[in-house]
């Protein structure tokens, strides 16, 4: 089992850059695919991006594609997610997950094994 905590939301203005972090516990982060979901104020959870063990492939929605990047250090078990160009309807609680089938990047929720609790983005226009 891994535990996943995220940190690194807050608030920006549009046009602004954030960095999210997702620290996770256990020596076998490395073996876990990972994936950022978010929740809007009154909307579904989507997916955002996923990232393969190695980092070797990832997957983004389009609605973020060329604006945000994700990225992980299995040495320091942390996963990121790197936000530039936000926009007021990226605000949203982000949430970082880990599907134990290490080299597959999906989009569905329901494909991933662990959630962590989130961390809120807000973006003023």
């Known amino acids: 089992q891994v535990q996943l905590v995220e940190s690194g939301g807050g608030l920006v203005q549009a046009g602004g850059s954030l960095r999210l972090s997702c620290a996770a516990s256990g020596r076998t982060f490395s073996t876990y695919a990972m994936g950022w979901f978010r929740r809007a104020p009154g909307k579904e959870r989507e997916f955002v991006t996923a990232i393969s063990w190695s980092g070797g492939s990832t997957y983004y929605a389009d609605s973020v594609k060329g604006r945000f990047t994700i990225s992980r250090d299995n040495a320091k078990n942390t996963v990121y997610l790197q936000m530039n160009s936000l926009k007021p309807e990226d605000t949203a609680v982000y949430y970082c997950?880990?599907?134990?089938?290490?080299?597959?990047?999906?989009?569905?929720?329901?494909?991933?094994?662990?959630w962590g609790q989130g961390t809120q983005v807000t973006v003023s226009s």
């Open positions: 997950a880990a599907d134990k089938i290490p080299l597959r990047v999906v989009a569905a929720a329901g494909e991933y094994h662990y």
